[in-house]
């Protein structure tokens, strides 16, 4: 029974591939029983495109209009593939700074929502997983503002990333936090334990435990995995760690196409057992919930024994 929370298609996601239908029969091909379709939220500043986005067609203007089309289509198809996959319609949303708090209150009121996935792609305003330029601004702004004799200047970008992370948790409670330690991606040691900064550590283990205290879920993230990572996001202790807090966490391939559903989930399946995990929750609709934000949909537990005993194992590749 696996499932996915965190996708994007080529239709509506200028850096994915695939239309929105061939990224769900996919998903169907290989049995999954939840698939959550979650596009990029639209944005609401210039300074905020990456960039080709705007000669792309993926201005603000551009942004709001498809991501429109995805709720239509996607709603539409949620209905006529209803017998054969429960489809989730979401959107992955993008805390850049303190103040997108009510930019994306105001799209999760437009909207009726299965359910977001709440993210970090910045800090202090600068992509940290777009291009290692970008990083690289990122680290020497983050190491200008804050400097220390104590710290090396990835240490305070990561402790400025998960200050930022906890902001969103804080002002959003997301039901889904996207790739919790995504800031390792373009680091010097993305395979480092995280545990090795004190001070680092710290602020993980203080966002964790904001995490658990509404019953968010923390994402088992594949896409580590298939970006050449040697874990998956989050790694191994921060999960350990969520685990011992009592906290809870979906499996999500973070597909950018058809190519890419399911890829590396026989990896996430082994880092979801080194990690002690005894069961993976997955959205549904028609559950009972405890988020009035989203009134037909709750949560289901299933044991890892009953993930691992799937056909879906029978229809992917590690």
Known sequence: ?????????????NHASDKLEEVIQKAVGQRMQVFALTEHMPRNLEED???????????????????????????????????????????EIDWIRASSKDWIEHLLSSYQLDLFVGSVHHVHGIPIDFTAEMYAKALTFSSARKPSDILSMEEILFMDYFDAQLELVTAL??????????????????????????????KIERNLRAIRSYGGALELNSSGLRKGLKEPYPKLEVCKRFQDLGGIFVFSDDSHGAKQVGHSYLGLLFHAEAAGIESIALFQRGLPTADARFPDVGVKFVPIKEVREHAFWEKTAA
């Open 173 to 202: 409670r997301p039901p889904v936090v996207g790739h919790f330690d995504l800031i390792r991606l373009l680091s010097r040691d993305p395979n480092r334990n995280l545990q090795s900064s004190p001070s680092v550590w710290k």
């Open 49 to 91: 495109l990456y960039p080709g986005e705007a000669e792309t067609g993926y201005d603000l203007k551009g942004q709001a209009k498809i991501f429109r089309d995805f709720y239509t289509a996607a709603r539409r198809l949620q209905a006529e593939y209803d017998n054969r996959i429960s489809l989730l319609v979401g959107m």
């Open 1 to 13: 029974m696996p499932f996915s929370h965190h996708s994007h298609s080529g239709q509506f996601c």
